[in-house]
């Protein structure tokens, strides 16, 4: 049966944003944040943000923020809605609710005053009371006309709406006036537990009624906003797009004049630093190693040897080169290597004097780091071929070492190493809990009975056959087998032997293929894949690993399931009931045949677990809810389908005269405290 990705261009485009393959920025649209008074720090938990009271923190000043790209559109529930979206939609459109540092949703005092769950039976009822003084910035009063041409337009019921998604908003009945000018009442059709993410961010009127405004009225301006920003200038060609403070803003007001957003692709971030150009900007560890080394310290790379000046005599002064007398031929020699040797020396001092200045501009900057609201898993396509008996994917999940992993990626970075125990919730939300034993830890004894009763059994070495080295397969030593070839050409796939006797089904040898990115941002994940192949040589399993380009990753494989493993990062979320069904649903035939997998690209699932989830989303009840959650992880983590190996490390630049903005784990930056320290 042939695989299909769900249907229609707002799917497509939702799973793109939402799913990490090669380190991109991470979009979180369901989830708006506001930063405490607690920075964190280094051995940085939930963030490090350089946290300060808003009275240590100037008035004025403008901050230069790297992105990826510019916003496709200023619409965030748009199909082609992108990270940068979500970054200029915090600051200037409301967030009822925002999460706090452990990912838990709290009402936004700036536009709610209460949000409560009324009525449960027979209709479950949230009735929203605002602030008064919440006004957009043409001065109409935020109220019921908003929330219901919102809903209308999420609902999914008219496709003629490119919307990314319709969760929630299509088990609504109705939305209308409350009791009061500043109450809005919403009544559900179907019970929805995870109402709280719902009208986040809110939309003026005006951009919700009719599918041309939603569509196309948003891409490049948004004249109606109500936040402590506003949106200003765009200019394509130098890639920025500057927000301004709100003088309309009721709230707090900004500390900055200004917040400019500038199109910097990761690929050039090291050098727009060292220019100075931005003054934050999201990094990878080698940039951030960068950073930490001149701290301090003399530039390095430039031969201390080499100076200006020492290139031996020059023509004397006032004198002409034609009056001088003819030198020796071994005179003219020496005195072309005198040139050369001037010419190399001038060249190494200019070196060293550009060393020295880029070195002088990163000291300016700080590393903030601390753990992404995001993990890296292992996915194992179940779909077809050896990984579609459980027996083998479990095999899989026992011989691998996970603790060995996060190490690997997060020791250096001074970082919390805790490998990951749920699907659903990270470290420090309410209601994590780790269930990995449902799959069982690592033991290759155990690893290689599952594989026997799957029928692959391991045979005899002969005498004297060749044996792989174990260096052979280990990554991190000089760079990871399989890596680009000098001058960017990339090598052919590599095959990883088995160290332990090859285990064969009748009389074929288990290999497995593991399909990798082969940007620059990837290294990460083609070192990690490379232990991964190691550790499962130890059972018998051989690994070939095939490095694609970042831009066909996900489309070419990953969703047309042209993979046996892979590794790529999902999103957390204060909300999994909703967010991450799609991912873990049952893949299902679809009217043409072929089989519709949605988001779940290890085309693993069962019924239980979509009943689990349907439970928890539509529970009133918290506890109930939860539990619910956790019998589905348990599930999950059985099935082997994917394996969570570690919560992503967030590393990011910034001045360090900057405060109140860095890695923000959970929560969103309060842009309103940003600014410079006083």
């Not at 707002?10 to 979009?27: F, K, S, Y």
Request: proline fraction near 7%; charged fraction near 25%.
């Amino acid at each position: 049966m042939t695989d299909h990705v769900s249907p229609g261009r707002a799917v497509r485009r939702r799973r793109r944003a939402v799913l990490l393959a090669a380190g991109v920025l991470l979009p979180l649209p369901v989830l708006a944040g506001c930063a405490d008074d607690d920075g964190g720090g280094a051995s940085g938990l939930a963030q490090d943000i350089a946290a300060a009271p808003r009275g240590r923190v100037a008035n004025g000043g403008t901050v230069r923020w790297a992105v990826e790209a510019l916003p496709s559109t200023l619409n965030a529930f748009h199909t082609d809605a992108d990270a940068a979206t979500y970054r200029v939609t915090g600051a200037v459109l409301p967030s009822l609710f925002t999460l706090d540092r452990s990912g838990t949703p709290q009402r936004n005092a700036d536009y709610l005053t209460a949000a409560d769950l009324t009525t449960r039976e027979p209709r479950q009822v949230v009735v929203y009371k605002l602030n008064p003084k919440a006004r957009w910035s043409d001065g109409r009063p935020i109220g019921a006309a908003d929330f219901v041409a919102q809903w209308k337009a999420l609902r999914g019921t008219d496709h003629a709406y490119w919307t990314a998604r319709n969760s929630g908003y299509d088990r609504i009945a109705k939305v209308e006036q409350g009791a009061g000018p500043h109450e809005v009442k919403v009544t559900f059709a179907k019970p929805y537990a995870d109402w709280r993410a719902l009208f986040t961010p809110l939309y003026p009127q005006s951009v919700m009624v009719g599918a041309d405004a939603f569509n196309d009225g948003a891409r490049d301006r948004l004249p109606v906003t109500a936040g402590p920003f506003a949106v200003g200038d765009r200019n394509s060609d130098d890639g920025t797009l500057t927000l301004e403070r709100d003088r309309h803003w009721w709230g707090a007001p900004a500390k900055l004049d200004r917040l400019e957003l500038r199109a910097v692709p990761r690929g050039k971030r090291a050098d727009a630093l060292s220019s100075g150009d931005v003054d934050v900007a999201e990094v990878d560890a080698a940039v951030a190693k960068k950073i930490d080394d001149v701290g301090g310290a003399a530039p390095a790379g430039v031969p201390k040897s080499v100076h200006a000046g020492n290139a031996g005599a020059q023509p004397g002064a006032g004198q002409d080169a034609a009056d001088q007398e003819p030198a020796p031929r071994g005179a003219v020699a020496a005195d072309a290597v005198r040139a050369q040797a001037a010419a190399r020396g001038s060249e190494a001092a200019r070196a060293e004097a550009r060393a020295a200045a880029v070195a002088r501009t990163l000291r300016g900057y700080a590393v903030r780091r601390a753990l992404q609201p995001a993990y890296t898993q292992l996915a194992l396509n179940g779909g077809s071929g050896p990984l579609s008996d459980d027996r083998v994917r479990r095999a899989v999940a026992r011989a691998i070492d996970r603790q060995a992993l996060a190490d690997t990626v997060l020791k250096p970075l001074r970082l919390p190493a805790t490998p990951l125990g749920s699907h659903l919730l990270l470290s420090g939300q309410e209601g994590y809990a780790d269930h990995s034993d449902a799959v069982g830890g690592t033991d290759t004894d155990a690893a290689k009975t599952l594989l026997a009763d799957a029928g692959w059994r391991a045979g005899r070495p002969r005498p004297g056959s060749p044996q792989p080295a174990q260096g052979d397969a280990q990554a991190g030593h000089g760079g990871a087998p399989g890596d680009t070839a000098a001058g960017g050409r990339e090598r052919a796939g590599e095959q990883i032997a088995a160290q332990a006797p090859a285990v064969k089904k009748d009389g074929k040898p288990l290999t497995l293929r593991f399909v990798v990115p082969d940007g620059p941002a990837s290294a990460e994940l083609r070192t990690v894949s490379h232990r991964i192949a190691t550790m499962l040589s130890r059972i018998g399993i051989a690994t070939a690993v095939q490095k694609v380009a970042d831009d066909s990753y996900l489309q070419d494989h990953i969703e047309a399931g042209d993979y046996d493993l892979a590794l790529y990062s999902w999103p957390g979320t204060a909300y999994p009931s909703t967010d991450a069904r799609p991912v873990y649903a049952k893949p299902q035939p679809a009217p043409d045949g072929s089989l519709s997998v949605g988001q779940n690209y290890t085309r693993v699932g069962s019924d239980r677990v979509d009943q689990l989830f349907d439970q928890a989303v539509s529970d009133l009840d918290p506890k109930a809810a939860r539990e619910a959650l956790n019998k589905a992880d348990a599930r999950i983590w059985a099935s082997a389908g994917s394996i969570p190996l570690y919560q992503r490390p967030e590393l990011v630049a910034t001045k360090k005269s900057l405060v109140n903005i860095g890695s923000f784990g959970f929560a969103a930056p309060r842009f309103q405290d940003i600014g410079y320290a006083k």
